[in-house]
């Protein structure tokens, strides 16, 4: 018996930026405005997405109006921004009690820019299985936090 095989050595996995990222609650009700405080512990770019309650993904930061996602070593970044005419209203889904959505922060060292509008769509929402596909291109080079939440209807 002979066994052939094609050896691929991959290229070294960047250093982690330590991103830590911390959500205002965990349970909303329906109206309240979330926040999200992301820190890293080496000069990194981020990104917010959105993992709803009807399985989509969106990428809420970098977005059109606000493409500055750089965080220095040491350096925190609060989304969205405070006085921003942004806010994270959170809402069930018509017809629903309650809904269990996420939060995922991605961070890439800031040697490593990433186009992050590009690669998820840019504020359009994406099916789960295409947003894990696109992410799985470039997950060996990012670190990530993901915060879990549910909103209730608030009636």
């Known amino acids: 018996m002979r066994i052939q095989a094609d050896v691929a050595i991959p290229e070294d996995n960047p250093a982690p930026v330590g991103l830590s990222a911390e ?23 981020v990104a917010v997405l959105n993992i709803t309650a009807d399985d989509q993904v969106v990428l809420l930061f970098p977005n059109l109006y606000n493409q500055s996602n750089r965080i220095p070593a040491g350096g925190r970044l609060e989304f969205p921004p405070a006085g921003s005419q942004v806010s994270l209203q959170m809402q069930t889904l018509p017809g629903h009690e309650r809904d269990a959505e996420a939060f995922i922060v991605i961070g890439v060292g800031a040697d490593k820019r990433m186009d992050f509008l590009s690669l998820f769509g840019g504020g359009k929402p994406l099916p789960l299985a295409s947003f894990f596909s696109r992410y799985a291109e470039v997950a060996s080079a990012a670190d990530e936090v993901i915060l879990p939440y549910a909103v209730e209807n608030g009636k």
Do not use: Q, V, Y
């Open 23 to 45: 959500l205002s609650n965990k349970l909303f009700r329906s109206g309240e405005n979330a926040t999200l405080a992301i820190g890293a512990m080496r000069d990194a770019h």
